[in-house]
């Protein structure tokens, strides 16, 4: 069975740090990328990284790259992303969701709704 359990989240004071995990079981992460999303109440959700593991490859977006960083742990099935420098903003769910590994296109590519499988996410809460 495919399951993806993020955990980590939790209450934060703006400039600190937070580490969230996500574990997988049901594939290896050689087979699929993992991504990072978050959403917001009220606002649509936001890819926030990806890793593939099979190429060793992280990728970010714009505005969050230099205050995460996304790695993973092959051998625990584990993807982890670390949140440094944590502003009011940053308060969302954080959904982690596979996509079928390419060798021609980085997960930074992948389309919303190629994502398969989805966690049931993990709340970070940044106060000010």
């Known amino acids: 069975e495919v399951q993806l359990v993020e955990s980590g989240g939790g209450l934060v004071q703006a400039g600190g740090s937070r580490r969230l995990s996500c574990s997988v079981s049901g594939f290896t992460l050689h087979d699929y990328a993992i991504g990072w999303f978050r959403q917001a109440p009220g606002k649509e959700r936001e890819w926030v990284s990806c890793?593939?593991?099979?190429?060793?490859?992280?990728y970010y977006g714009d505005s969050l790259k230099g205050r995460f960083t996304i790695s993973s742990d092959t051998a625990k099935n584990t993807v982890y992303l670390q949140m440094n420098s944590l502003k009011p903003e940053d308060t969302a769910v954080y959904y982690c969701?596979?996509?079928?590994?390419?060798?021609?296109?980085?997960?930074?590519?992948?389309?919303?709704?190629?994502?398969?499988?989805w966690g049931q996410g993990t709340q970070v809460t940044v106060s000010s």
């Open positions: 969701a596979a996509v079928l590994f390419s060798w021609f296109y980085g997960c930074d590519q992948a389309s919303f709704y190629q994502y398969e499988y």
């Open positions: 890793i593939s593991s099979s190429e060793s490859k992280t």
